[in-house]
């Protein structure tokens, strides 16, 4: 399977715990976006990365949320301290360059309770 | 504030009809107009997509139409079959930054 692969699928974490989001870009491609889904919502945007950089992070809430992109090894979103308001879908999506389409990952669905 | 702005929420058309969804922006920056279709439990996949220099693109059954000086632009799916029910989500995008519509969930009754 050469498409975005994200895991795991299904993630449960109690309130102030850590979530862990990982995203294995398709082959072939460096840059990296992570995108939130709310029920009954579209997606909202939250941060663009590139190996080693972050390029836009301007829909990343201020506290508790952070994101990489390492040298090597898949693409980390991190949520320190969960609260029930965390619980959605977290997508992500990766592209050849600036200005080439975006593809998208299945998603991690996140509970928390 | 909502910068895409989608409708209807809902549709429900025959098969063989044609679906018609439309959308609105508002920053006259954009310079791409993806659309995703999504199934329950996957993720978003590129269905089209068009920039502002060009008013129509067609591919297959489905078929954007731009009207730049409205900040419009549709979605329609010509012939549409049951495997079409989905949700659609129109876009905007500026510098790899997506901005997404509220979708419309897509119903073909058989």
């Known amino acids: 399977n050469a498409g975005v692969m994200q895991n795991p699928r299904h993630l449960v974490r109690r309130r102030g715990q850590e979530a862990r989001l990982r995203c294995s870009p398709m082959k072939g491609h460096s840059h990296v976006y992570w995108y939130r889904q709310l029920p009954e919502e579209g997606l909202k945007f939250m941060v663009y990365?590139?190996?080693?950089?972050?390029?836009?992070e301007s829909g990343m809430p201020k506290e508790r949320f952070s994101a990489e992109f390492p040298k090597e090894g898949p693409s980390i979103l991190r949520i320190q301290q969960v609260v029930r308001g965390d619980s959605a879908a977290y997508f992500c999506?990766?592209?050849?360059?600036?200005?080439?389409?975006?593809?998208f990952g299945d998603g991690t669905r996140l509970s928390i309770l | 504030q909502q910068q895409v702005k989608q409708s209807p929420q809902s549709l429900i058309v025959q098969k063989g009809g044609i679906s018609i969804i439309n959308c609105a922006y508002e920053n006259t920056a954009f310079d791409y107009f993806p659309w995703y279709q999504q199934f329950p439990g996957k993720g978003p996949a590129l269905l089209i997509a068009?920039?502002?220099?060009?008013s129509e693109k067609k591919e297959g059954r489905f078929t954007i139409s731009f009207n730049k000086s409205a900040k419009q632009f549709s979605l329609h799916i010509m012939d549409s079959q049951p495997g079409d029910s989905a949700t659609y989500f129109c876009?905007?995008?500026?510098?790899?930054?997506?901005?997404f519509g509220k979708g419309t969930r897509l119903h073909i009754l058989p």
């Open positions: 990365l590139q190996k080693e950089n972050i390029i836009d």
């Open positions: 876009a905007a995008d500026r510098d790899d930054k997506i901005i």
């Open positions: 068009i920039r502002p220099d060009v």
């Open positions: 999506a990766s592209s050849r360059g600036q200005g080439q389409p975006q593809h």
